[in-house]
């Protein structure tokens, strides 16, 4: 089975075990919404990809840390859009969920996916608790405070940026994540990941400015604009198009060069190379897909 | 050490490390404000004396356990007060998180307080990652959809309303969750102490339901009047002040009768027949601490 589906099963399970009984309706038909049909579900195809690399020693705790993570992920798309922080009005080229539904309903689904994503792993970690509890932990660690994605959306409000921490948090957080806790599920150690996640961290930031930048709406599935909209530092404005995209390319080489040995190593490496051979300030937009 | 101060010392130290190296200041000031000076503490309270009654067999994880429950609460009631749901401007006596920072700010508060509750146990967990996995999986049962506090909340966005399941997911949800971790964490079984959880939750329902309609909103340290107001079912408009105040004494009875037999079964049923004894229609409301 190719990592998708994998994934996509994974987060069906999550999702129908919040349904048993005879749940709230509105609030479990959003739940689904806010997960489905998905974006390119990059997080947790990264960590899928560090997890073979690595062995793929447990599958099934792989796909639930997936899983997690990509709800993880949802959880906080749902919130950022909330009128309160960018008051989005479509997400992955539908409504998004405040809008749709309501939002107490959009407050309510960013919380309870954030459980489910604790949720998935718990479950799933029954046959291994102390390997399930590492990976609860890197979770835990990268969505709150200080250092996770609760973090990097709090420097928002603060007036004096901190911008390495908040970009890192911000963006770099789930990424680390997503190497961490491949490697951890496979049996590996988590800390020689966290280059690798940081690094695809940075250059999917420089990349979604070059979206921001330059893509339109209907391609985006979102609104464009935003960072100049809301005065949020970008590396297109910092660098120009072409200087973004030899500093990605930089990134990314950065990148391979860090990840560690193992038997899997030569395609992860590929991997990682394969979106940087094909950008150029042209076609680099459209060949990052939309979230 | 009494059990207030074990479960406010372990409470400072989760907040302690949310602030950890150099987050964004004013999120770190909102989480600590959100949980301190705390109300009467009573779900944490109940897990500790639960706990107790067992042997108090590893106290270290009960503290995490009781921190992490009491967290979870005061999340939920950041985003209960938020304007899109009660829009409340005072809790314990002071303003809402909303009210005192901002909206961004109470949302990821609320965020940040739900990650931190998982991570506080899953720190404390590593010395005994089964029980831990355990633990947090009845705190994420009881917290996410489809049984748990954000169920609860989900309810009040449907129209047709299934009142059972809305009183045992937004109030009893977290009682259950108090007596069962408190067992689990002292090496006992979840299942027998789930009674005794859901019937304190209900005499605290109507207990609630008795300030409620009773106290003013100086006693209570927020707005009164919230059911009337908002059109909730309420156990003082149906069934009056007395028959809600024999109501009480009748759950409190039954939560006894409930009790497992354990090493201090005694005691605990002492701490649950003390409020009831004091129970009469004029000093109801100002026996039982505010929130």
Redesign the interface.
């Known amino acids: 089975m190719d990592f998708r589906q994998r994934i996509d099963d994974a987060i069906a399970k999550a999702i129908a075990h ?11 038909t959003a ?1 689904e919404y806010a997960v489905t049909p998905g974006g390119a579900r990059i997080r947790p195809t990264i960590l899928m990809s560090v997890a073979a690399a690595c062995g793929d020693r447990d599958p099934k705790l792989a796909n639930a840390a997936a899983a997690a993570l990509e709800i993880m992920h949802c ?1 906080s798309l749902v ?1 950022d859009d ?1 009128p ?2 960018d008051d989005a009005p479509i997400r992955r080229g539908k409504p998004t969920v405040h809008r749709k ?5 959009a ?2 689904t ?3 996916l ?3 994503a ?2 998935v792993l ?2 799933a ?2 046959s291994n ?2 390997t ?2 590492q990976l ?2 890197i979770l ?2 990268r ?6 994605i ?2 990097g ?6 007036a004096q940026v ?1 911008l390495s ?1 908040y970009h890192m948090a911000k963006t770099g957080a789930l990424f680390v994540a997503a190497t961490q806790m491949g490697a951890v599920a496979s049996g590996q150690e988590a800390e020689p990941w966290t280059e690798l996640g940081a690094r695809i961290g940075e250059a999917f930031q420089v990349a979604d400015d070059l979206r921001d930048a330059l893509c339109d709406e209907d391609t985006l599935g979102k609104p464009t604009g935003q960072d100049e909209a809301h005065a949020r530092p970008n590396a297109v404005t910092q660098f120009g198009v072409e200087g973004a995209v030899s500093r990605l390319k930089d990134i990314l080489g950065g990148a391979i060069a860090s990840i560690p040995a193992c038997e899997g190593e030569a395609e992860l490496a590929e991997m990682v190379r394969k979106p940087a051979e094909r950008l150029n300030p042209v076609t680099a937009p459209r060949t990052i897909p939309g979230e």
């Not at 969505?143 to 996770?148: E, L, S």
């Not at 959306?153 to 603060?158: C, D, H, I, P, V």
């Open positions: 919040g349904q048993l009984g005879t749940p709230p309706k509105r609030l479990a739940l959880a919130h909330l309160c922080f539904f309501s939002q107490p309903i407050v309510l960013g919380d309870s954030i459980v489910m604790f949720e718990i479950r970690g029954v608790p102390s399930a509890l609860l932990g835990s660690c969505t709150g405070m200080p250092y996770g609760c973090a959306q709090g420097w928002e409000s603060e901190d921490a």
